[in-house]
């Protein structure tokens, strides 16, 4: 089944109808507009009822249709498609859906299939066009048959609102909060409207109201009072359609709606070459770019974009597109989640933003001892916030160069490098730049200039269906040629590898590299790296023995750094050079762990983490470091602080967004949430292991190594929610300029259904896959099942 | 009057009740609740309604007074403060607050007003302690007697609600949305009460529901049916509340409750020692900082944050404090503004965050088209994303230079420099750092490199009650010495002052010294300047003639940049150098206009906007460049493009914000919100000139002339919402490490009042005060009059 995304077609006027409480006449408005569209406009309706409770003569769809078409035929155009009335689930008893649909014997749809029948009709409608009526059941937070509240359970779809409001005593308070539930979940409200009272008038009060948000209200007549037959009920109601159907006000109403349906297309339709003669876009060569590559997203639920398509006539104008990137590898929640919405909105409405220096609030202080907590790393116990990953990193690199500084004795204009990893990226503002080796990022910058020294290593992965530890031909000299495993469990098996020659070699290599750095007067203040895969360099999975061998040799020899070198007494200070890992993409369950650091079994002096850290919603970052990092800021003068803090530091939105995700996470991780996953790469190699976590991916094993066999596949790799496939060069080009993985990412975008595509991103000849960490098995399936089409 | 913000007493453990509808059962359950605390518990209780409507005999507080401590008397300790029950307003017509009120021939209290009445209550109740309930009218957005909603009228005491569900049909869905507007509006839902019914049992699936949140649900017994008599009814009432009151249920719920206050006051209490313990804090000396001078921030709204007080006892532990750095300059449309919440809320519904390289969603593109209307600069036509003003800086300048590089034809190795102003400052992240002279913000940073020229300059300010342009001692052989004037309004007029003797110098001056810097061999690739105020540096109000005249020389002498010099045909070109404007600070009516250029009459080639950009919510960042600009990045090479971003490049919920924010200030402007201060400062001089947009300020000029004349001041100056008097510096130390203006500083956290205090940041022995755009002149002249007497 498709994943059930948005819905927009051009001349079907698509509208759900909600109430602002049960009983404020949802069925009757819904008849009036179904009504003045046949009769005034003499536009074709579909009327659709997607869950009804109670005796089926009494259903809103056989309201309609005695009061729509079948009793106005005369003012008419009938014909058979003129005028639908359809109801796709009735439950007998008139309770909620979900408890009706339970006591019943019928079939109980889940979510995503009563979504899809819905997609269903309208998509069959679109061909006739006109307008659809979509009407839900009691409030906007009634249940739908699964029990999820309507609010979310529509809001896939995101079809434009009319609210229809309460008239009666406490109807303002009704309408707006029910107002508000649906504007908090990105629904457009486009229409207000409610019957007259002269009593309680609160048409005032909400004409007001809703004009400040732009939205037009308006009013009905009132309904007659109930009659003592039912006939005389029937024969009054009857009057009230004949002579409101054809009112001008709600011609107006229609009017307006249409118009606003017109408006959504015209302006989703000119949104590409708008952006393109405005926007200045991030990482794009605008010469290589047109309106027609820039894909225009209407909204984003779960795993999906909803994005544009350039359909002319009855075709879907929207389509799903799975969010390959992760947007940027930010994702891991899910688009739209109500959680981490409700979590922002509740800060937003409590705080703003207010003044972090020297003061605090609940949202940074809990994140920071949440986050503490998560790491489980007893050298770090201080948090500095900062706006992104690359901001975190300068934080980072100003906290390290201090503290190697002021243990060594060095001058404040003796020159600092780091040590780090070729291939390494750790962002855009030029401190971060300047940590990394020349490259195609930064080497064109005119103020880049790269401070330090930058490993080679040996990297991990599946190739023609075996995991290899490669070895780069300029270190097969040191480490020998490539080495097969068994499984990936295997070469993350780092206390066994620890006791091979392998160890020893990379130790010896890393001590006479850096020995010989000495001889040539280099002078170095941090190691850092991210821990286990390089993201931006080409998500280049590094031997983590490697890793370990480097971070175990720097620490363990001070002496290659500074001649007064020494060790401190506490066990938790840093030796050798301070230890600073860039989680920010890696870490935070990226790689199936709550740190990256975790799988490598290192403790940094200095961990820096954004992206995921706020489940995929807004910019933040913290960068977490030890005590005694912490007291090499210490003095007496004002100015040895460390002189770093944007406007928005610790802002409370969020870190309250922060820490309803890091609560989410560690709630899937530890209700087994990934356990099916997991099962799926358990080997007996594991099980034989005490205790070990598993080394795991939402990825399937099976697909890795199919994967691993294709022709045009060089290698290929799996971790946590990270998929990355490595694509022949046959141009030669290679690295960031590679255009190998371009077909591949063509293909999947244009994809194979008119219900969905997947968008991606490449790095070179890399094409990677991020799934969220709520990402379902299913979804996965239907990625990989695509994949496999592609791939062959 | 002080401000209206939260309470909070040790003892007093004071709740709102809230309810989903309206006649969902609130005075029956505030009912057992306070007879609960009185019988089970031997608390003391108050009940206030704040306002009701309809007869008095019937109206809640006489219920309460009738089945609480008078009826059931026999249980309880009967003393005359053990029970009270209160109304605050009532109104005879049973209809809505605001209706009832404005036909009644009472009072009608404004919103602050009612607010300062349930304070004074709670105030007088604290030293007795116990219990208080404040019951609302209707359901959450039911109007107060002004006709504001009472979620929003409310939200500045922000007390913890109890929630009364509705048990009926629809009640679910009016439940839950009644939670979700308390909730995004910042207040704490402790407890959710409801009647059984055995028929719709809404009660399980809101236990699951609130369970879910972490707040318990729980039920009481139905209700009696009516009952013929009234004499019947209360019969019944009364066998209901000997019953319930008395029930383990609501000991149980008053029990989690109590628990829920204590936690509050304990978390509150401890928050800066935590704090202390794990937070870095931004431009902080953690040797100077301790626990104490932690300032813990419980909410915050409007213009006030609300602080923990230390206090034993009955005192409010919680006191306003105005947010006189405007949280670090960003505020502008107050705290918790239900607007910003609400724009929010709605992208993180709609979108989450979505990809934006190559792909397009409609706030990024609305904010681009928006935020280049607001400018007015027909040179601008592009707009790049990023995070924070360092960010946007950093994109600045690598725009510049690659500009310059690319016209002139310099090399990738070539150093190149900017030119600027002595004091500026840009940014925390290296970049941005680099485009500032050493100062003690950069001077210790391991791998700071200042990067150009920077010029020195007159300043701008009132000093013994003269407005001035200063010159600094070593300019006066160049430009003579301090100039008077009439008035501020006379300095801004750069029309008449061009023609003046001083602009000639200016040129003169600018141009022998990039003269000189050009023989010298130094060569530069953009011109950056804080427009009119520099920020940072001290506050810093620049003549801005002379910037004006900088840009003028830079502009016109491309002969003092390069040999290949030449002027470029398009009007909107840059040339000279590109001029990038860092109004990160200044613009966005920080200063009173849309831009601060706009000031300067100025039109930048790049410009640099955060902080006000978002009304004070959320970290964002937007680059406008002009599309020469542009263009010097486009080339056959994807790796010539700008390298530029950060994965929330465009985030949804800050441009929904941003759109939101830039609206509503336009909103304040052209409706003439700031026609008071205006006028205040409007001058014959002014009235004589066509159509000039006015100098002015929030803070009065009386006000400012006051305080120039004060013997511990040096100089002040006004402008928009700025406020910034320099203190003379008797310890002589000067600059960014004096302590002058701590005195000050600390007398107005102090305060004089119980109620509030001021919150305000020093720059060295510069103090500062910043109002937000919908501060009030009632709150700035509270202010000032704090002021006048801390400086006499």
């Given at each position: 089944m498709a994943p059930a995304g948005a819905v927009l077609y051009r001349n079907l006027r698509t509208f759900q109808v909600w109430g602002a409480n049960t009983e404020v006449g949802k069925t009757v408005i819904s008849t009036v507009l179904c009504n003045a569209a046949r009769a005034k406009l003499k536009d074709r309706v579909q009327y659709i009822k997607p869950v009804s409770t109670g005796n089926i003569e009494d259903a809103d769809s056989s309201h309609i249709r005695k009061f729509g078409i079948d009793r106005l035929a005369k003012h008419l155009d009938n014909t058979d498609e003129a005028f639908k009335s359809l109801c796709l689930h009735q439950y007998e008893l008139p309770i909620s859906p979900d408890r009706a649909a339970a006591v019943s014997n019928l079939h109980i749809p889940n979510d995503e299939a009563l979504l899809s029948e819905i997609r269903q009709v309208l998509s069959e409608r679109a061909e006739l066009g006109g307008w659809a009526f979509i009407e839900t059941a009691g409030g906007v937070h009634s249940p739908g048959p699964s029990g999820t509240s309507?609010?979310?359970?529509?809001?896939?779809?995101?079809?434009?609102?009319?609210?229809?409001?309460?008239?009666?005593?406490?109807?303002?308070?009704?309408?707006?909060?029910?107002?508000?539930?649906?504007?908090?979940?990105?629904?457009?409200?486009?229409?207000?409207?409610?019957?007259?009272?002269?009593?309680?008038?609160?048409?005032?009060?909400?004409?007001?109201?809703?004009?400040?948000?732009?939205?037009?209200?308006k009013t009905l007549p009132k309904l007659h009072a109930p009659q003592s037959s039912k006939e005389a009920d029937e024969e009054l109601m009857l009057r009230y359609y004949e002579k409101h159907s054809q009112s001008p006000i709600i011609e107006e109403v229609l009017s307006h709606m249409k118009q606003r349906h017109d408006d959504r297309v015209k302006n989703l339709e000119s949104m590409p070459s708008r952006a393109h003669n405005k926007i200045w876009y991030p990482f794009t060569q605008s010469t290589l770019l047109s309106p027609e590559k820039i894909t225009a997203i209407d909204s984003a639920s779960g795993d999906y974009f909803q994005t544009l398509e350039k359909k002319q006539g009855a075709e879907s104008l929207i389509k799903s597109s799975f969010d390959g990137s992760g947007s940027w590898w930010t994702q891991g929640l899910g688009h739209g989640n109500p959680q981490l919405m409700l979590a922002a909105a509740y800060a937003a409405g409590r705080y703003g933003h207010v003044m972090f220096a020297e003061a605090v609030h609940e949202p940074?202080?809990?994140?920071?001892?949440?986050?503490?907590?998560?790491?489980?790393?007893?050298?770090?116990?201080?948090?500095?916030?900062?706006?992104?990953?690359?901001?975190?990193?300068?934080v980072a690199v100003k906290m390290a160069?201090?503290?190697?500084?002021?243990?060594?004795?060095?001058?404040?204009?003796?020159?600092?490098?780091?040590?780090?990893?070729s291939g390494s990226y750790h962002g855009?503002?030029?401190?971060?730049?300047?940590?990394?080796?020349?490259?195609?990022?930064?080497?064109?910058?005119?103020?880049?200039?790269?401070?330090?020294?930058?490993?080679?290593?040996?990297?991990?992965?599946?190739?023609?269906?075996?995991?290899?530890?490669?070895?780069?031909?300029?270190?097969?000299?040191?480490?020998?040629?490539?080495?097969?495993?068994?499984?990936?469990?295997?070469?993350?098996?780092?206390?066994?590898?620890?006791?091979?020659?392998e160890y020893e070699q990379y130790r010896v290599f890393i001590t006479q590299t850096l020995k010989q750095l000495r001889v040539e007067g280099r002078r170095f203040g941090a190691l850092i790296i991210e821990p286990i895969v390089l993201g931006a360099g080409g998500m280049i999975f590094v031997d983590p023995l490697f890793q370990r061998a480097l971070v175990s040799v720097v620490r363990s020899s001070p002496e290659l750094f500074a001649d007064d070198a020494h060790f401190?007494?506490?066990?938790?200070?840093?030796?050798?050079?301070?230890?600073?890992?860039?989680?920010?993409?890696?870490?935070?369950?990226?790689?199936?762990?709550?740190?990256?650091?975790?799988?490598?079994?290192?403790?940094?002096?200095?961990?820096v983490h954004a992206k995921l850290l706020t489940g995929g919603l807004l910019p933040l970052c913290a960068t977490a470091a030890s005590e005694d990092i912490f007291k090499a800021f210490e003095s007496d003068d004002k100015s040895d602080a460390l002189l770093h803090g944007h406007s928005y530091t610790a802002h409370a939105v969020g870190c309250s967004v922060a820490i309803e995700s890091l609560e989410e996470m560690r709630t899937l991780d530890t209700t087994g949430a990934w356990d099916e996953f997991k099962s799926r790469w358990a080997g007996p190699a594991q099980e034989s292991e005490?205790?070990?976590?598993?080394?795991?991916?939402?990825?399937?094993?099976?697909?890795?190594?199919?994967?691993?066999?294709?022709?045009?596949?060089?290698?290929?790799?799996?971790?946590?929610?990270?998929?990355?496939?490595?694509?022949?060069?046959?141009?030669?080009?290679?690295?960031?300029?590679?255009?190998?993985?371009?077909?591949?990412?063509?293909?999947?975008?244009?994809?194979?259904?008119?219900?969905?595509?997947?968008?991606?991103?490449?790095?070179?000849?890399?094409?990677?896959?991020?799934?969220?960490?709520?990402?379902?098995?299913?979804?996965?399936?239907?990625?990989?099942?695509?994949?496999?089409?592609?791939?062959?």
């Open positions: 309507q609010a979310d359970l529509y809001r896939p779809l995101r079809v434009p609102a009319v609210l229809i409001a309460d008239s009666k005593l406490g109807g303002i308070s009704q309408t707006i909060a029910a107002y508000e539930s649906l504007k908090i979940r990105g629904y457009d409200v486009e229409s207000v409207l409610l019957f007259e009272d002269d009593y309680y008038q609160n048409d005032h009060q909400l004409k007001t109201y809703f004009k400040q948000h732009g939205t037009p209200c940074a202080l809990k994140l920071a001892e949440t986050l503490l907590d998560y790491l489980s790393n007893p050298r770090l116990s201080r948090v500095f916030y900062s706006d992104n990953g690359s901001t975190g990193i300068e160069l201090r503290a190697a500084r002021i243990r060594y004795g060095w001058g404040p204009n003796d020159n600092l490098g780091v040590l780090g990893l855009d503002t030029m401190g971060a730049m300047d940590c990394s080796e020349p490259s195609t990022y930064n080497e064109k910058i005119e103020w880049y200039e790269g401070k330090g020294f930058w490993f080679s290593y040996p990297t991990v992965s599946c190739v023609d269906g075996r995991w290899t530890v490669a070895v780069p031909p300029a270190l097969q000299d040191q480490f020998g040629s490539d080495k097969p495993f068994r499984s990936l469990a295997d070469i993350m098996d780092l206390e066994s590898r620890e006791a091979s020659r401190p007494n506490s066990a938790n200070a840093w030796t050798g050079l301070p230890v600073i890992f860039d989680e920010v993409f890696t870490g935070l369950y990226r790689l199936g762990r709550s740190s990256a650091a975790s799988l490598l079994q290192v403790h940094p002096d200095i961990s005490q205790e070990a976590e598993p080394v795991w991916s939402v990825w399937s094993k099976d697909f890795v190594e199919w994967t691993s066999n294709r022709e045009r596949v060089e290698g290929v790799w799996a971790l946590g929610s990270v998929l990355s496939i490595t694509l022949k060069d046959l141009q030669g080009a290679g690295g960031y300029k590679s255009t190998a993985a371009k077909d591949v990412q063509a293909a999947l975008f244009k994809g194979d259904s008119a219900d969905w595509n997947i968008h991606s991103r490449i790095l070179g000849n890399v094409i990677y896959f991020m799934a969220g960490q709520t990402t379902s098995t299913a979804t996965v399936q239907r990625v990989q099942d695509v994949l496999r089409k592609v791939l062959v």
